[in-house]
């Protein structure tokens, strides 16, 4: 209410020079994030920010333009896309499989060229959606997909919610940059588990799910997972005074357009034939998906007189790593139930290596699936790694069928608890609906105390399972019923792991209550959108009590997540998982600041931290954790941009380097006292 008493005011003069400022500030932390990978403020600070910029706006709406940090968000939805021509075609490359093929392209660029030496950018060839973005005078006008080449579609608005597009370049140019849109790994991960939760067909890799994500008519599911780019390119290398495509992109970056930083400038082609091994064989480091080496003539003058044939540049050509594909057989079928009732279907198959791996089992996903591709029980089977993640069975090979293959059918009865399994509307999925089915609750504990839940360590898979068929556990609170005895009995249980596990189960009772939300597995409730729950309510009690009214409130809680949160308290089973929970002493409170006070109250906000040395009251992670929550930036290394060092005992190199620059040192103590003293 203060902010709104003062934002009423606020003289226009004012204001204008108020959102110039944050959108300067703004602008810059979301280039520190997305495209620098080094956030300076916390998430909560900078949704502070954004507040403060979105209220100024709605008091002078004629100040909004549309390079605003606050235009990300998407639009209303649109009927269908616009059709963009590309005045400068965006060409295809042509491809390389092999050495020779590589050597036989730079051989024709030095006949075609009468230059002996060539240099070469060599680039990773990012597995996403090929991209173009117009800028004109500086701002974004126009973003769009390749299309054939010559004709794209107009995907503004779905680009603007990319924060690592900028919305305005640093300096007043007209330019058309092209590149591509991609979806890291961790982001395709969680989409997947949410689409398996809800029934959804899984995005096959992350490509993909990147386009279906840039193709949505509605940008507000767009703007939900958490898309990013690399620019490479422009249309016309007039348009920057450069005359390399390694000046360009150096170039590019300075105008804050993300590029790739693995690119590297060779001389010969035997560099490239290096670069291409060492990425061949840590392409699986990478966060984000490549397909193979981009190898592109360095000097402009030199790709002006190459030219392009009808598809494709004369002076470039694209590397395509070997498919990591393999022919095995396909020995059954088994299905698993999730803890959300979904029956999954897995194949077992004769040991296969993908990727390094050997590769037991793969991914049909669902029975629509396997009848689309025909596979059969003894078939076999064309096996990959789905964007080199999850191994999943590609198609069965009719043509080596023996005629004693089998149609398999999917049960029609849970394979746990026997109940009917129903296939509900909208899904492809099957579910088993009982909601005291084994399965789901042994699936439920294995998240429950799972890392980004309650983080109990020792109770992996196997023991859960194992505690389960004991009888021992039958739901999330059992586990701090536990008695040390009791444990002793099991196979492969000694004392020593007995008292780690139960060490472990108490100390995760302190556990902020985000972990706690998390891990109730309440349907659609991420682990970000549990912290955000946490944020607004404080407390657990206090959350079991908001209606949806309360809940779409908070920024990103849409109809169907407030739907769930409110169905999943009013069950009488929860509310007595809870009141179990809470007897037992676990906490019920969440133990970082609210949105509203980590700007002023946190001595962590915003600084850079580095831990070094033994602390005898918490360990460094769970020192790390707290840190992070209180709005700091826990990293491995001190440098120039490290704000505090926290050394414990036997602190070594790391605590000279910090002497050496002039770091602000603490010891454990004072450290102790400035958590005290946040907690008071």
Not at 38 to 49: G, S
Not at 205 to 218: F, H, I, M
Not at 454 to 470: C, H, P, S, Y
Request: charged content about 30%.
């Amino acid at each position: 209410m203060e902010d709104e008493a003062h934002q009423s005011q606020v003289d226009r003069g004012t204001a204008l020079a108020r959102i110039a400022q944050l959108r300067e500030t703004i602008d810059a932390h979301n280039y520190r994030y997305h495209v620098l990978d080094d956030p300076k403020i916390t998430d909560a600070e900078y949704d502070q920010l954004l507040r403060q910029l979105q209220q100024l706006e709605a008091a002078f709406p004629d100040l909004v333009t549309p390079d605003s940090p606050t235009q990300r968000v998407g639009g209303a939805p649109l009927p269908h896309f616009e059709k963009v021509a590309h005045p400068i075609p965006m060409l295809s490359l042509s491809n390389a499989f092999n050495e020779q093929e590589l050597r036989e392209f730079d051989q024709r660029i030095k006949r075609a060229t009468g230059v002996e030496r060539i240099s070469y950018m060599c680039e990773l060839k990012i597995d996403g959606l090929a991209i173009s973005l117009r800028y004109e005078n500086g701002r974004f006008a126009q973003g769009s997909t390749r299309g054939d080449g010559s004709v794209g579609e107009d995907i503004t608005q779905n680009l603007k919610t990319i924060r690592a597009i900028p919305l305005r370049l640093r300096r007043p140019v007209d330019l058309e940059v092209r590149g591509e849109a991609y979806l890291p790994k961790k982001e395709f991960m969680r989409i997947n588990r949410e689409r398996e939760e809800t029934g959804e067909a899984l995005f096959a890799n992350p490509r993909n799910a990147a386009a279906g994500s840039l193709r949505q008519l509605d940008p507000k599911i767009t703007a939900k997972r958490a898309l990013s780019v690399f620019m490479y390119g422009i249309a016309d290398s007039a348009e920057l005074d450069v005359r390399q495509q390694s000046a360009m992109l150096d170039d590019l970056s300075e105008l804050g357009l993300k590029v790739n930083n693995e690119r590297q400038l060779v001389h010969s082609i035997d560099d490239v034939l290096d670069y291409i091994d060492r990425w061949q064989a840590h392409r699986a480091e990478l966060d984000y998906e490549i397909d193979g080496i981009v190898i592109k003539v360095d000097d402009f003058s030199l790709q002006e007189a190459l030219g392009t044939t009808a598809k494709s540049p004369r002076w470039a050509i694209a590397y395509k790593f070997p498919a990591e594909e393999a022919v095995t057989l396909l020995k059954a079928i088994e299905v698993t139930v999730g803890r959300t009732g979904v029956v999954t279907p897995t194949a077992v198959l004769e040991p296969v290596t993908l990727a390094g791996t050997t590769v037991q089992r793969a991914s049909l996903h669902n029975e629509d699936l396997i009848r689309e591709k025909d596979i059969r029980l003894g078939d076999h089977v064309l096996v990959r790694k789905a964007g080199d993640i999850i191994p999943e069975v590609v198609q069965s090979l009719a043509e080596r069928r023996a005629g004693e293959e089998r149609e398999y059918r999917m049960p029609t009865h849970c394979p746990e608890c026997g109940s009917e399994l129903v296939r509900l509307e909208d899904e492809v999925a099957l579910r088993c609906i009982n909601p005291n089915c084994p399965a789901q609750t042994r699936e439920g504990i294995i998240h429950f105390v799972s890392r980004d839940a309650m983080n109990i360590d020792g109770l992996g898979e196997k023991v859960v399972t194992q505690l389960f068929r004991a009888g021992l556990v039958r739901g999330p609170a059992d586990l701090y019923d536990l008695q040390r005895d009791e444990l002793l009995k099991l196979e492969r249980m000694g004392e020593k792991s007995v008292d780690n596990l139960l060490t472990a189960i108490e100390r995760s009772k302190q556990n902020s209550v985000e972990k706690l939300i998390f891990g109730l597995g309440i349907r659609l409730v991420g682990a970000k959108a549990a912290e955000l729950l946490a944020q607004a309510f404080g407390d657990l009690d206090t959350l079991r009590q908001a209606d949806e009214e309360q809940l779409l409130a908070i920024e990103g809680m849409g109809p169907k997540m407030a739907d769930s949160v409110v169905t999943y308290f009013a069950k009488p089973e929860v509310a007595a998982t809870l009141e179990r929970l809470q007897a037992a002493g676990v906490n019920f409170a969440y133990k970082g600041l609210r949105q509203e006070q980590v700007a002023t109250d946190s001595p962590f906000s915003g600084k850079t931290v580095v831990l070094t040395g033994t602390l005898h009251e918490m360990s460094r992670k769970e020192a790390g954790e707290k840190i992070t929550t209180l709005g700091g930036k826990v990293t491995g290394s001190v440098s120039k941009n490290t704000d505090l060092l926290i050394a414990g005992e036997k602190a070594g190199s790391k605590l000279t380097k910090a002497e050496q620059l002039g770091i602000e040192v603490w010891d454990e103590a004072r450290f102790l006292e400035a958590l005290a003293n946040v907690a008071e």
